[in-house]
T-cell receptor, first 111, second 115 residues
Framework: QKEVEQDPGPLSVPEGAIVSLNCTYSNSAFQYFMWYRQYSRKGPELLMYTYSSGNKEDGRFTAQVDKSSKYISLFIRDSQPSDSATYLCATDQTGANNLFFGTGTRLTVIP | ETGVTQSPTHLIKTRGQQVTLRCSSQSGHNTVSWYQQALGQGPQFIFQYYREEENGRGNFPPRFSGLQFPNYSSELNVNALELDDSALYLC??????????????FGPGTRLTVL
């Protein structure tokens, strides 16, 4: 079983839609949870990070972690064509940046 | 402030050859991590260097080795290249200013093709 599972998509939505991206993880020791965005031919860039359970909001983005079900979510409100990218979830046990990544979900927002 | 840079951008090698990839960390960062990202997959952690010492290693064989230099730049060396080593190799740097989470910044990657 992989440490982090993520539906690879692809996912296509119309501009303005609410996008929901999800991952599950297997190791209950994971404490740090991140969402990265990766544009084509670029390295990943950190969107959100959460420590332990709970919600975190930053503009149009909301990250949720449910440790009881080992479930990680990212919500994008009022999606824009510029949000079209691959979204990667990642987890870390100690905060030392030895990250376990999901496969990535490719998102396309259609104008 | 200069971000994480990697060289070369692209590289083509043949099976059995050796390759060295280079990474310059972001200014002020003393920790460098290397990841392998196969096509259509998420990055996989190879190893991390902190103050010139290996500080954690993923599930990669010993033919993957690295170095970190006093200026915190780093090299990834891969010996006896195999076809499955074809991937995007990502370098990421972070600081160690506090015991809490330190954001990791990724470079653009080196695309390695093994023929």
């Amino acid at each position: 079983q992989k440490e982090v599972e993520q539906d690879p998509g692809p996912l296509s939505v119309p501009e303005g839609a609410i996008v929901s991206l999800n991952c599950t993880y297997s190791n209950s020791a994971f404490q740090y949870f991140m969402w990265y965005r990766q544009y084509s031919r670029k390295g990943p860039e950190l969107l959100m990070y959460t420590y332990s359970s709970g919600n975190k909001e930053d503009g149009r983005f909301t990250a949720q972690v449910d440790k009881s079900s080992k479930y990680i979510s990212l919500f994008i409100r009022d999606s824009q064509p510029s949000d079209s990218a691959t979204y990667l979830c990642a987890t870390d046990q100690t905060g030392a940046n030895n990250l376990f990544f999901g496969t990535g979900t490719r998102l396309t927002v259609i104008p | 402030e200069t971000g994480v840079t990697q060289s070369p951008t692209h590289l083509i090698k043949t099976r059995g050859q050796q390759v060295t990839l280079r990474c310059s960390s972001q200014s002020g960062h003393n920790t460098v991590s290397w990841y392998q990202q196969a096509l259509g997959q998420g990055p996989q952690f190879i190893f991390q260097y902190y103050r010139e010492e290996e500080n954690g290693r993923g599930n990669f064989p010993p033919r993957f080795s690295g170095l970190q230099f006093p200026n915190y730049s780093s090299e990834l060396n891969v010996n006896a290249l195999e076809l499955d080593d074809s991937a995007l190799y990502l370098c990421a740097s972070s600081g160690r200013k506090s015991p809490s989470y330190n954001e990791q910044f990724f470079g653009p990657g080196t695309r390695l093709t093994v023929l």
